[in-house]
């Protein structure tokens, strides 16, 4: 499986974008880039997922690089909500596993 | 809907005891996987089931056995437990996506298991 590098951990303020870095230099062509993230004693919870466009939905927003090599989930405006552990997964077809690396531990600032 | 979920949330067990972890989904998802997570790290997959009938190993099988009992649920047993089997189990079954090449997994709320 392609492996994904994220940040250890990351610190925003409320109200205030957060841009999540990942690197995955060695994705193959089908790869998608998946992100999931999880709130405290919960289980991970889906966020996004790309293939080469960026993509917006109502949680954030996935860019994408040209080269496919990295990634940047942004939240627009932090909330206390948005404390969590964010993995960035590289995942091939459908009914496929998913690889959790150790995530980018996000904590936000009131 | 409830999701996905799963019993018991705690339990405690000792060395060499017996149990089985519960899952089910009412999402009609065809698949469904278990995992562990140990404290500070990210989630393993110890387990799934692509369709009802099949099961495959994961990253980390050893110790486990599991059962597709129907597409709603699939169950996890730990014959003889270890305290290295001490973590967070959590079971997810996913969907397809738009365009029916990738899906999401959805998770359940996760069983706390402490063996002595």
């Known amino acids: 499986d392609a492996k994904t590098t994220q940040p250890n951990s990351m610190e925003s303020n409320e109200e205030e974008p957060v841009h999540l870095p990942c690197n995955h230099s060695?994705?193959?062509?089908?790869?998608?880039i998946h992100w999931y993230r999880q709130l405290p004693s919960q289980g991970p919870e889906y966020v996004i997922h790309?293939?080469?466009s960026n993509v917006n939905n109502r949680m954030a927003s996935l860019a994408i690089a040209e080269d496919r090599k990295s990634s940047t989930l942004i939240l627009h405006r932090a909330t206390l909500r948005d404390a969590a552990v964010y993995y960035c997964?590289?995942?091939?077809?459908?009914?496929?596993?998913?690889?959790f690396g150790e995530g980018t531990q996000l904590t936000v600032n009131p | 809907n409830a999701g996905v979920t799963q019993t018991p949330k705690f339990q405690v067990l000792k060395t060499g005891q017996s149990m089985t972890l519960q899952c089910a989904q009412d999402m009609n998802h065809n698949s469904m996987y278990w995992y562990r997570q140990d404290p500070g790290m990210g989630l393993r997959l110890i387990y799934y089931s692509a369709s009802e009938g099949t099961t495959d190993k994961g990253e980390v099988p050893n110790g486990y056995n599991v059962s597709r009992l129907n597409k709603r649920e699939f169950s996890l047993r730990l014959e003889s437990a270890a305290p290295s089997q001490t973590s967070v189990y959590f079971c997810?079954?996913?969907?397809?996506?738009?365009?029916?090449?990738?899906?999401?997994?959805?998770f359940g709320p996760g069983t706390r298991l402490t063996v002595l």
């Open positions: 997964i590289l995942k091939e077809t459908s009914g496929s596993r998913l690889t």
């Open positions: 790309g293939l080469t």
């Open positions: 060695t994705i193959s062509g089908t790869d998608y």
């Open positions: 997810a079954s996913s969907r397809l996506l738009a365009g029916g090449l990738t899906d999401t997994q959805y």
